[in-house]
């Protein structure tokens, strides 16, 4: 495991060597969602019975933050090594497949997580939280940092230029993370769009993340799992697949 540690060690200090871009930046753009959105419907928005919207919509930023910011790190990682050349050095390395895949998805996990407990930890003074399921809260968190890291590293393969990549996160990440309920219950939405929101991983992500803050959700927990578990199996499966054919990767 010598080399999977050293990778990640790489990733690690990768992101933290610019921790004022990679983690403080989306802290404060996460905090000015909540200022922003808690000014205008605070009041006026109702979700869950005894719980403000303010309260609603604070674990959607963490989880968004956490999402997001997992896919940008092994995302950015990959496709800056391969425009700049240096990921020869990787594959030179006596490094196998798994190892690969686990050193770039762990370091993803690291990032989100950090940023999420950051948007959190901003956030507590504007808002009371509950924390009626704190392994819920971590079981989430964890696997959809997981899911967002492995499809970074599909989406760092399959992008030659940092304009595939940006189209990649602009027209899949973001959409996917906004229509996710992060902003509201999909049970505000028509019935075409409630069924439609069931369609996307995301919402199973953010909503299960809810759960572990207040015990009330939109779907059951334990299927929002099965559908995140189910999610990470499949990107998984298809990243190792990538590495080990060594598509975009030994050309």
Do not use: C
């Not at 999402?67 to 990921?87: D, H, R, Y």
């Not at 006596?94 to 996990?109: D, I, K, N, R």
């Not at 230029?161 to 505000?188: M, R």
């Amino acid at each position: 495991m010598t080399g999977f540690v050293a990778l990640f060690r790489k990733e690690l200090v990768r992101f933290w060597k610019v921790a004022f871009q990679t983690v403080l930046a989306p802290v404060v753009t996460a905090l000015l969602y909540l200022l922003v959105f808690s000014h205008v419907l605070e009041g006026n928005v109702r979700v869950y019975e005894g719980v403000g919207y303010t309260q609603f919509l604070v674990p959607g930023l963490v989880m968004m933050s956490v999402l997001q910011n997992a896919f940008a790190n092994s995302s950015s990682s990959l496709i800056q090594s391969k425009v700049t050349g240096n990921l020869v050095f990787v594959l030179l390395a006596p490094l196998s497949y798994l190892e690969f895949f686990g050193a770039y998805v762990a370091g993803a996990m690291v990032r989100g997580i950090v940023v999420g407990a950051g948007v959190l930890a901003v956030t507590l003074p504007f808002v009371g939280l509950q924390f009626a399921h704190p392994l819920w809260i971590l079981a989430f968190a964890l696997a959809g940092s997981a899911i967002l890291g492995a499809l970074g590293v599909v989406a760092g393969i399959w992008a030659d230029k940092f304009d595939q990549l940006a189209a990649f996160q602009n027209f899949v990440i973001v959409p996917l993370t906004f229509l996710s309920g992060v902003f509201y219950s999909i049970h505000s939405l028509p019935a075409f769009w409630q069924r439609a929101s069931h369609f996307n991983p995301f919402f199973y992500m953010i909503d299960g993340f809810r759960y572990g803050f207040y015990g009330r959700s939109d779907t059951d927990p334990v299927t929002s799992f099965g559908v995140v578990a189910l999610a990470f199996a499949v990107l998984a499966t298809l990243s190792l697949l990538l590495l080990r054919t060594g598509y975009k990767l030994r050309q």
